[in-house]
């Protein structure tokens, strides 16, 4: 196997990001970290927690940081939160330290597959539709700006997702 670079998932929330970095780790051998997962870690408290003492604006600078420290790992999938292409800051660390996947889905996919969620405060407020429908109007253009390959998540099931990545980045 080559030498592979970071390989860093991006996409909204429900389009399987800590899935597909699961699964395509242990394909590939390597680490996987799941930056949501770290932040919480780090903290010692969970994202909705975050959210309500600290704001938005707490988690992103918490967000930040942390993509800083992981994206300076080596030969790592990562996986982001639905938000994090929303910086320059951190869009300019994703592209620059690996190879960004854009896990591509639709809103309906996402409504369905969030239709239970209680982890995810963005989605708590207002029309679950309307909040996700403006989200990929803003996020789609930055997820594409800083993705160097777009799979898309919501026809198949992840195995399908992860031999198509690896196809992809191991030519
Ligand atoms: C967010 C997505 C979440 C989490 C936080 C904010 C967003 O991650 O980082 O709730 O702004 O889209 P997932 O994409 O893993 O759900």
Request: charged share 30%; net charge neutral.
């Amino acid at each position: 196997m080559l030498d592979l670079p970071n390989l860093i998932l991006i996409g909204p929330m429900g389009a399987g990001k800590s899935t597909i970095g699961r699964l395509l780790a242990a394909e590939l051998s390597r680490d996987f970290l799941d930056s949501d997962h770290e932040i919480q870690a780090r903290c010692g408290a969970d994202i909705p927690w975050i959210f309500d003492v600290e704001g938005e604006a707490g988690f992103r600078e918490r967000e930040s940081q942390m993509i800083d420290e992981l994206t300076h790992l080596e030969g790592v999938v990562i996986a982001t939160g639905g938000g994090a292409v929303l910086r320059e800051e951190n869009r300019r660390a994703l592209r620059d330290r690996g190879t960004v996947i854009y896990l591509f889905t639709t809103v309906e996919q996402q409504l369905r597959r969030t239709a239970k969620d209680r982890n995810r405060p963005l989605l708590q407020r207002g029309d679950r539709e309307q909040v996700l429908r403006e989200m990929f109007a803003l996020r789609d253009p930055l997820y594409r700006a800083t993705a160097d390959i777009i799979v898309r998540t919501d026809r198949r099931g992840p195995r399908a997702v992860v031999n198509e990545i690896v196809r992809r980045v191991t030519r």
